[in-house]
C-alpha cells in the first residue's frame, strides 16, 4: 500500500492526537472509494484465529506466515493513538508477534524432550499443506536415546561450550572415559548424518557447541516461551491460550525415562512450571 492510499494519515493524527475514535478516518484509494477505519469497528478476534497464531510456532505453514505478516505491516501503520483505543489491536499485534517472530527461519530439525524423546528433520516437502505430507510429518523419523538426549543435553544451555570431560560425566557416567568418548562421537555424527550437517561443533580442541547457525525447533524452549508470554498478555483470554498450548506441549515429565544427575534439576523446575 503506498503512502498515497494509506487508511490512515499520520500527520493528521500528530496534529490532534486526542481524536474521537467513533470519529471515522477516511481516506480515498485509488479508485476513490472511501475507506474507514470506524466502519469496521468493533474488531474481534475469533478462537480459531488465535488457535491459529499460535499453532503457527509448531507447525508452521509458509502460506499462512505470508498472510499474517501481510496482516501485520497493515497494523503497523495505525497511529499508536488508534491502537490504544481498542483492546483488540494491541491482542491482534501480540498474536501477530507470536505467529511471526520466530518464523524467520523454518527449522531444519526438531527435538522433543517432553515424555518419550524423538527427534524429527524438518523439509520442504514437510511444510506441504497436502494433508498426508502434513500428517508424516508429525510422526518421529528417528527415535535414539543417546541422539536425543545429546541435542537436549546442549538445547538446554544453547550458548554454553561443553568440554569433553562434562559430556561424558553427564551423559555417560557408567562408562569409562574411553567408551563415554566413543559413545558421544558416535551420537554426534549420527545426529550430523540425519540432519546432514554439523550439529555440534568443535570449537577447540576437546571441547563443543551447539552450531549457532542451525535452526533448531525445542519443545522446552517453545514450552518456556509460552508461559512467559502468557504471564506478559494483556488480555486474560490471550493469556489463557498461550497456556493451554504450552500444556498441550507437556506431554510428560523431561526425559521421563532418564534418570541422571543432570536432568532433575531440569526435571523439577519445567514440573513445576
Given at each position: 500500500?503506498?503512502?498515497?492510499?494509506?487508511?490512515?494519515?499520520?500527520?493528521?493524527?500528530?496534529?490532534?492526537?486526542?481524536?474521537?475514535?467513533?470519529?471515522?478516518?477516511?481516506?480515498?484509494?485509488?479508485?476513490g472509494?472511501?475507506?474507514?477505519?470506524?466502519s469496521?469497528?468493533?474488531?474481534?478476534?475469533?478462537?480459531?484465529?488465535?488457535d491459529?497464531?499460535?499453532?503457527?510456532?509448531?507447525?508452521?505453514?509458509?502460506?499462512?506466515?505470508?498472510?499474517?505478516?501481510?496482516?501485520?505491516?497493515v497494523?503497523h501503520?495505525?497511529?499508536?493513538?488508534?491502537?490504544?483505543?481498542d483492546?483488540?489491536?494491541?491482542n491482534?499485534?501480540s498474536?501477530?508477534?507470536i505467529?511471526?517472530?520466530?518464523?524467520?527461519?523454518?527449522?531444519?530439525?526438531?527435538?522433543?524432550?517432553?515424555?518419550?524423546?524423538?527427534?524429527?528433520?524438518?523439509?520442504?516437502?514437510?511444510?506441504?499443506?497436502?494433508?498426508?505430507?502434513?500428517?508424516?510429518?508429525?510422526?518421529?523419523?528417528r527415535?535414539?536415546?543417546?541422539q536425543?538426549e545429546?541435542?537436549?543435553?546442549?538445547?538446554?544451555?544453547?550458548?554454553?561450550?561443553?568440554?569433553?570431560?562434562?559430556?561424558a560425566e553427564?551423559?555417560?557416567?557408567?562408562?569409562?572415559?574411553?567408551?563415554?568418548?566413543q559413545?558421544f562421537?558416535?551420537a554426534?555424527?549420527?545426529?550430523?548424518?540425519?540432519?546432514?550437517?554439523?550439529?555440534?561443533?568443535?570449537?577447540?580442541r576437546?571441547?563443543?557447541?551447539?552450531?549457532?547457525?542451525?535452526?533448531?525447533?525445542?519443545d522446552?524452549?517453545?514450552?518456556?516461551?509460552?508461559?512467559?508470554?502468557?504471564?506478559?498478555?494483556l488480555?486474560?483470554?490471550?493469556?489463557?491460550k498461550?497456556?493451554?498450548?504450552?500444556?498441550?506441549?507437556?506431554?510428560?515429565?523431561f526425559?521421563?525415562?532418564?534418570?541422571?544427575?543432570?536432568?532433575?534439576?531440569?526435571?523439577?523446575?519445567l514440573?513445576?512450571?
Amino acid at each position: 500500500m503506498s503512502d498515497s492510499s494509506r487508511i490512515f494519515d499520520p500527520e493528521r493524527v500528530a496534529r490532534n492526537p486526542n481524536a474521537e475514535l467513533n470519529d471515522p478516518i477516511t481516506e480515498s484509494d485509488t479508485n476513490g472509494n472511501q475507506l474507514s477505519l470506524g466502519s469496521a469497528l468493533p474488531l474481534e478476534i475469533s478462537e480459531e484465529f488465535a488457535d491459529l497464531c499460535v499453532q503457527m510456532r509448531t507447525t508452521p505453514r509458509p502460506d499462512v506466515l505470508i498472510a499474517l505478516r501481510q496482516l501485520q505491516r497493515v497494523l503497523h501503520v495505525l497511529p499508536f493513538s488508534v491502537i490504544l483505543e481498542d483492546s483488540t489491536f494491541l491482542n491482534l499485534h501480540s498474536l501477530l508477534e507470536i505467529a511471526v517472530d520466530t518464523q524467520t527461519v523454518p527449522p531444519r530439525l526438531r527435538s522433543f524432550a517432553f515424555g518419550v524423546a524423538y527427534l524429527q528433520s524438518v523439509d520442504a516437502p514437510s511444510l506441504s499443506t497436502d494433508a498426508a505430507s502434513s500428517e508424516r510429518s508429525k510422526k518421529p523419523e528417528r527415535f535414539s536415546e543417546a541422539q536425543s538426549e545429546l541435542l537436549a543435553y546442549f538445547l538446554v544451555e544453547p550458548r554454553r561450550p561443553r568440554t569433553n570431560e562434562q559430556i561424558a560425566e553427564a551423559l555417560w557416567p557408567a562408562k569409562d572415559s574411553v567408551r563415554a568418548q566413543q559413545a558421544f562421537h558416535t551420537a554426534r555424527h549420527r545426529l550430523h548424518d540425519f540432519v546432514g550437517e554439523e550439529v555440534i561443533l568443535i570449537v577447540k580442541r576437546g571441547q563443543y557447541l551447539l552450531n549457532p547457525n542451525l535452526p533448531i525447533w525445542f519443545d522446552v524452549a517453545e514450552f518456556e516461551t509460552l508461559c512467559t508470554r502468557a504471564q506478559s498478555a494483556l488480555n486474560p483470554q490471550l493469556s489463557i491460550k498461550l497456556l493451554e498450548h504450552a500444556a498441550d506441549l507437556y506431554r510428560g515429565d523431561f526425559l521421563e525415562k532418564n534418570y541422571k544427575d543432570w536432568t532433575a534439576p531440569i526435571r523439577a523446575r519445567l514440573r513445576m512450571k
